[in-house]
């Protein structure tokens, strides 16, 4: 069964740092795709980064980047220049394919970070 | 911007009553989803719906829970009775179609519901 594991429960760091929130991931599939979620304090999920398979280029957007290593599955997200703004609950998520196509999501526990002025 | 709709925000009941939240999905996503969300934990699918017909509810706790979608669109989850446990947030999400994998699920804001 697919499954996400985020080890660190909690990061706190001062404002301008760099911080990288780990995620590994297990699965059988061939095919996948790996996401990263953000959930402000106002408890929406919100969509950062869909990542298939098959395309293992690291990607920028702005402070943000994500490495994906398929020989270490893992995929993680270093935020650079932190801002307090970024303080939230990240969540790292499997696709699991099953049922005629249908798509599950599967989540890690997630990572609380805390950006400190 | 189109957004999904959840309501109520914010939810408190006694054991053994019973409760119900709603959804909107975004216009024209076929595909809507249920999650629950345990304090500290990642968000759990319960069920997923391919317009109005049930795709999964295979971790959906029958024995109180129900849900639907009945026109394809807007969906209802109900939980009767209310037990301590079913205390988290209720996630719903949507996507333009179930191409696995392929399509962004969008979230709402959720309904955090607690049981006294």
């Known amino acids: 069964a697919q499954k996400v594991t985020q080890a660190q429960t909690e990061i706190s760091v001062v404002e301008k740092e760099d911080v990288t929130l780990d995620c590994v991931y297990e699965?059988?599939?061939?095919?996948?795709?790996l996401f990263w979620y953000k959930q402000p304090p106002s408890g929406e999920l919100v969509f950062l980064i869909r990542?298939?398979?098959?395309?293992?280029q690291n990607e920028i957007s702005g402070r943000y980047s994500w490495n994906f290593q398929k020989s270490t599955s893992s995929f993680n997200f270093t935020i650079t220049a932190s801002q307090v703004v970024d303080s939230a609950v990240y969540f790292c998520a499997l696709s699991e394919l099953y049922l005629q196509g249908a798509q599950k999501l599967v989540f890690g526990q997630g990572t609380r970070l805390t950006i400190n002025p | 911007e189109a957004e999904v709709a959840q309501s109520p925000r914010y939810k408190i009941t006694e054991k053994s009553q019973a409760v119900a939240f709603w959804c909107d999905p975004i216009?024209?996503?076929?595909?809507l989803y249920w999650y629950r969300q345990i304090l500290g934990q990642g968000p759990e699918l319960l069920v997923q719906?391919?317009?109005?017909?049930?795709?999964?509810d295979s971790q959906l706790p029958k024995d109180r829970f129900s849900a639907e979608r009945l026109k394809g669109v807007d969906s209802t989850l109900k939980i009767q009775p209310a037990e301590l446990g079913d205390s988290a947030m209720y996630l719903c999400a949507s996507s333009l179609a179930l191409a696995g994998g392929l399509n962004e699920q969008f979230f709402g804001p959720g309904t955090r519901l607690t049981v006294l």
């Open positions: 719906f391919q317009d109005e017909s049930v795709v999964d």
């Open positions: 990542r298939n398979s098959f395309d293992e």
């Open positions: 699965t059988r599939d061939t095919t996948y795709y």
């Open positions: 216009s024209g996503h076929a595909t």
